[in-house]
């Protein structure tokens, strides 16, 4: 008997509808060791506080050597006075203008709101907003302490 018949749509759904083969890429292109040791680092440590909120995933590698990034404790807004000089070069006299290769990068929008008048003419970022960008310097503000109340 020729036609459609329900039966053989329900079998002909259930090929389709498979789980596909998943595939991981580990080899970054964009950026270099010394960025990905450290976010390697923090998923590393994200999977063993909540194993059941993050995915489990091999490293990432590349192929390009970079400088470790640098972790500051400021405390102070004048402390954020050293991290200008630090970001300087040698003819600006501490006077840093963040520019287009600078980033801050903050989890919200209140955090924006709230940045030290040190960092007024940068360009601040949530996380989202700076997806995909790239930068010379990134400046994680009050990444790790900043928490939202759910």
């Known amino acids: ?5 329900i039966r053989d749509v329900d079998k002909k759904r259930k090929n389709v509808l498979e789980a596909p083969s998943q595939i991981q890429l580990t080899q970054n292109f964009r950026t ?3 960025v990905l040791r450290l976010a390697n680092s923090v998923v590393g440590w994200m999977t063993r506080l909540f194993p059941d909120m993050i995915d489990k995933l091999d490293k990432e590698t590349s192929d390009k050597e ?15 006075k050293q ?13 840093v203008m963040f ?7 903050v989890l919200s929008d209140d955090e924006k709101k709230n940045l030290p008048e040190e960092f007024e ?13 790239e930068f010379d310097h990134v400046i994680l503000y009050n990444f790790f302490q900043a928490t939202s109340e759910d």
Do not use: Y
């Open 1 to 5: 008997q020729e036609g459609f018949q």
């Open 66 to 80: 970079g400088s470790q990034p640098i972790f500051l404790a400021c405390d102070q807004p004048s402390e954020l």
């Open 83 to 95: 991290l200008r000089l630090m970001l300087s070069d040698d003819n600006s006299n501490g006077n």
């Open 99 to 105: 520019g287009w290769n600078q980033a801050i990068i």
């Open 121 to 133: 003419e940068a360009v601040v970022l949530t996380v989202q907003e700076a997806k995909g960008l």
């Open 32 to 34: 270099h060791n010394g």
